[in-house]
């Protein structure tokens, strides 16, 4: 029996109860049928996560650099056979996974810009396909894990994310947001979506049941639709859209949410609500079943007819010790060189400095494992070059603090903060300034950090920085007489020493105790003496993952953090050859006069992917699968979805990149001798591309496709069209032929709302990255005429606008246009008719709509204009009549309208005749 059948057994079988029960995250045990209990939701972004040990592989960002599907599945079944391992220790464990994530990459300032793969929704949607066929399995019934796509949609903003409204444009939607969920849903490589916090076009996610229904559509397999942790109560507290939680649960599952996350482990409350949903007629039981047979079909998939469930390969320790050698693997191909104008490092160095605050640290981010084979970039130098002295500095200042009685802080056998003597007994702290102000302070013989405890002292006890609130971060603030107060990043809360002689974390600021800061040991100094005449000088610099870009907190900035540049600077002085290494979850518009400079994301086997490549024991292959942009301005507004008006993205962007989409170098010389197409026919356009190795070095090249177009009616994305890795022998040239799927050449069609290629001439080029193409050929492709918008017309079906917003027509379904402002449809037909527009309000006052038409000069000549009646609220839709209002306007023209005042605008309509 199937599991879809297995699923329908089982539904009928359940009482009205049990089925509500079945709703929850945390699905109780039906013994008298046999089914244990179940969760949804294992954390497997790169590795699984929260659970103890794991391997922890590249950052998605940073699988992404791969430009590899074959690796990155790897990597994803190695992730699910280290997952089964967890669940058969525990069966709590979730074989639903909650990853991967495909929000494509459109702004590097989002706090969570680890967590996706690409600025590119078709390489995110190629990687996370082979990511999820690897958490899948092959096996087409039982399922190694239901992997499950993060977070649908348009989800990119961290500051007031469950409250903010992303404006979404049919064009952006249907070219760049979906595709990046709909290749992994017709792939059937997953089980699963999860809605964002936030809201599409003033609707929440978690209720838009349209775009739900369109995933839903595309998905080669039915597939689970399960909420985000604490969305559903978001509905009725910070969105306050719905009055109760029934009324919320009742919108969010007519909408398509299938599994509700919510009040931690505690289903009472979700199967509350929904009682109370059913008993007010708000949703029906067959509402219930449709959810519950999708939460049944997930388990059914995850065992065999007999209900057994795959088995790992071998045992845990087993498989992490297997596993470091393929994240090894993975953080070598990660490694991308973005710059080697320098000498030949040397083969065997007598002297190698390692310095900076990436040195020593491996850094787990928030949605990683504890990995138990951590290798730093100091650790796999001295690895390497065994004979080799090694200096190791990163860089954080060496101090004492006194109180105002002269006495100096030093920590307790238990780590706790206390007045000690004089500074020969002081304690030595090193602090470390991660930049803009945010500070960690160790102490200097552990190497532990200080965080306060549950009761607010303040101990040097803490490994790293970690928590959903970083409990390890702190910022002095200067003080008029030159000492210094410290203030408790976590709480709020300023440090002050207590009546009982303990440095606790519970002040005023008012009441904070001032502290003078003695320096005893500048880093930089330290870092400047030990780059100081050696054979090799590795600068590590980037971020702490869980610092000052993460879940709920964009960055602060793109720019490198000053003190790093300072200390980059110091370094550079001494050591003009240094190499620069930047470990991150995210790109920098900070250009560094650095001859070698190269980029990787976090991982446990970041110190050997770094070394490797440097020490030239393999080449380097790593591309960005994200733009660096060379200043913050490039990269446009962080809260503007908008890509084609705002002009941002590679896609659509103006600015001449720090480091173009796609770049990479190979530490040889690849050169492109031409490309020719080959093929034309329904399914695209292939090319033929020859490349060279003209150095002396083994090479793999990225071979990378782009589509533009000739004279184009639209702003038409310059976006990828298809890629190869081709390895390339000293001398070697070789040909290679890559696909371009139709839709690389389609943009969205408002008038027929569906993606379409123009008839016309297109253009196909090839390079190493998206800014250098030195090969090409123009194509010509057919395809149906452009049509002119017709009546009704659909106001958010719109080709451009300046002020409005996009907004929900009703609660659950349709998306109208709110002023004030402008809206533009390039081509209407029926504009001689009479018309009406389809209005309501979002608020009192004068509210009007003007109709107009433009000419080719962009002059608009109103020709109707409707007064909005006083009275009627948001989703109150009537009809108004539109009066003439000047010269009566062409049959078809360009149709300009504009909002004035607090009006919503569904349609423009032809007048209903009498």
Request: a negative charge.
């Amino acid at each position: 029996m199937s599991p879809a059948a297995r699923a329908e057994q089982v539904l009928h079988r359940l009482s009205l109860e049990e089925k509500l029960a079945l709703l929850h995250q945390w699905a109780p045990a039906i013994e008298r049928l046999g089914l244990p209990a179940f969760r949804t939701g294992s954390e497997a972004l790169h590795g699984v996560a929260w659970l103890g040990e794991a391997t922890v592989f590249p950052q998605p960002v940073g699988m992404a650099a791969t430009w590899d599907p074959e690796l990155v599945e790897r990597i994803g079944a190695a992730v699910a056979d280290e997952l089964l391992a967890k669940h058969a220790e525990d069966p709590n464990v979730s074989r639903n996974v909650w990853a991967p994530v495909v929000d494509p990459l459109r702004h590097p300032s989002w706090g969570r810009n680890e967590e996706g793969f690409s600025e590119d929704p078709h390489l995110t949607a190629d990687l996370a396909t082979a990511y999820a066929r690897g958490l899948r399995g092959a096996d087409p019934e039982v399922w190694l894990t239901v992997p499950t796509l993060k977070h649908l949609l348009a989800y990119n903003v961290e500051h007031d994310r469950d409250v903010r409204s992303m404006q979404v444009r049919d064009r952006v939607l249907h070219e760049y947001e979906l595709p990046a969920f709909l290749g992994p849903l017709r792939a059937g490589a997953v089980g699963a979506v999860m809605p964002g916090y936030n809201l599409v076009n003033d609707r929440p996610a978690h209720t838009s049941g349209e775009l739900l229904d369109e995933v839903r559509a595309a998905a080669a397999e039915e597939i689970l639709v399960v909420s985000d942790a604490g969305a559903p109560t978001n509905l009725v507290a910070s969105q306050g859209r719905y009055p109760d939680a029934a009324h919320a649960h009742a919108a969010a599952l007519r909408a398509g949410i299938d599994s509700f996350t919510d009040n931690d482990t505690d289903p009472g409350p979700t199967v509350a609500a929904v009682r109370s949903a059913l008993a007010q007629g708000l949703v029906t039981e067959a509402d219930v079943d449709r959810a519950v047979r999708r939460a049944l079909l997930t388990r059914f998939r995850l065992t065999d007819r007999a209900g057994r469930a795959p088995t790992p390969s071998r045992p845990l320790p087993d498989l992490l010790r297997e596993h470091a050698e393929l994240a090894r693997e993975a953080a070598r191909r990660a490694v991308v060189l973005l710059r080697d104008d320098g000498p030949a490092r040397p083969a065997d160095p007598g002297v190698v400095a390692v310095v900076g605050p990436l040195a020593e640290r491996v850094l787990p981010d928030w949605y990683a494992g504890v990995p138990r084979y951590p290798t730093s970039i100091a650790t796999a130098a001295a690895q390497r070059w065994p004979r080799a002295e090694v200096r190791v500095e990163d860089g954080a200042d060496e101090v004492a603090l006194r109180l105002p009685d002269g006495r100096y802080l030093a920590p307790d056998d238990a780590g706790a903060l206390r007045p000690a003597g004089d500074l020969a007994t002081a304690g030595r702290f090193r602090v470390t300034d991660w930049g803009w102000g945010l500070l960690t302070v160790a102490d200097a013989g552990t190497g532990l950090l200080w965080a306060p405890d549950r009761r607010g002292a303040v101990r040097a006890t803490a490994g790293r920085p970690h928590g959903w609130v970083v409990q390890e971060t702190f910022r002095f603030r200067a003080l008029d007489d030159g000492s210094t107060t410290v203030r408790h990043v976590g709480t709020g809360r300023w440090l002050r020493l207590d009546a009982s002689g303990r440095l606790v974390a519970t002040a005023e600021e008012a009441d904070a105790t001032p502290l003078a800061v003695h320096t005893l040991r500048s880093g930089s100094a330290a870092v400047v003496e030990a780059a100081d005449g050696a054979d090799l000088v590795l600068c590590a610099l980037g971020n702490d993952p869980h610092l000052l870009g993460r879940e709920t907190e964009d960055r602060p900035s793109l720019e490198l953090p000053p003190s790093q540049r300072s200390l980059w600077e110091a370094v550079h002085l001494v050591a003009p050859d240094a190499v620069l290494a930047l470990v991150s979850s995210y790109p920098y518009a900070t250009d560094l006069p650095a001859r070698t400079m190269l980029w990787t994301a976090h991982s446990q086997a970041v110190g050997h992917g770094v070394v490797d490549v440097v020490a030239g024991d393999v080449a380097p292959s790593g591309r960005l699968a994200q733009t660096w942009w060379r200043d913050g301005t490039d990269a446009g507004d962080l809260t503007d979805y908008d890509i084609v008006a705002g002009r941002s993205t590679y896609w659509y962007s103006p600015a001449a990149p720090l480091f173009a989409f796609g770049h990479g170098l190979t530490g040889s010389a690849v050169g492109y001798r031409g490309l020719r197409v080959v093929a034309v026919d329904d399914a695209g356009v292939t090319v033929e591309v020859s490349v060279a190795n003209d150095g002396s070095q083994h090479a793999t090249e990225v071979v990378q496709v782009y589509t533009d177009a000739v004279g184009h009616r639209r702003p038409f994305p310059h976006r990828l069209g298809g890629y190869a890795r081709v390895p390339l022998e000293p001398g070697e040239e070789r040909s290679v032929r890559i696909e371009v799927p139709r839709e690389r050449f389609a943009v969205w069609d408002t008038a027929r709302g569906a993606l379409v290629v123009d008839p016309g001439r297109y253009r196909v080029g090839a390079g190493p990255d998206a800014a250098h193409l030195p090969v090409h050929a123009d194509v010509d492709l057919d395809g149906p005429p452009p049509l002119p918008h017709s009546l009704p017309l659909r106001a958010a079906a719109l080709d451009d606008l300046d002020g409005v917003t996009l907004t929900d027509e009703t609660p659950e379904h349709g998306t109208a246009v709110a002023g004030p402002g402008t809206l533009l449809h390039d081509d209407v037909d029926g504009l001689d008719r009479p018309l009406a527009v389809r209005v309501a309000r979002s608020g009192p006052g004068p509210a009007e709509v003007v109709l107009g038409t433009e000419d080719d000069d962009g002059v608009t000549h109103p020709f109707a204009h409707a007064r909005v009646p006083e009275g009627i609220g948001r989703y109150d839709w009537v009809d108004v009549d539109a009066a003439p209002l000047g010269p009566a306007p062409p049959r078809r023209g360009r149709l300009r309208t504009v909002l004035r005042g607090p009006v919503r605008l569904a349609e423009v309509r032809p007048r209903p005749q009498t």
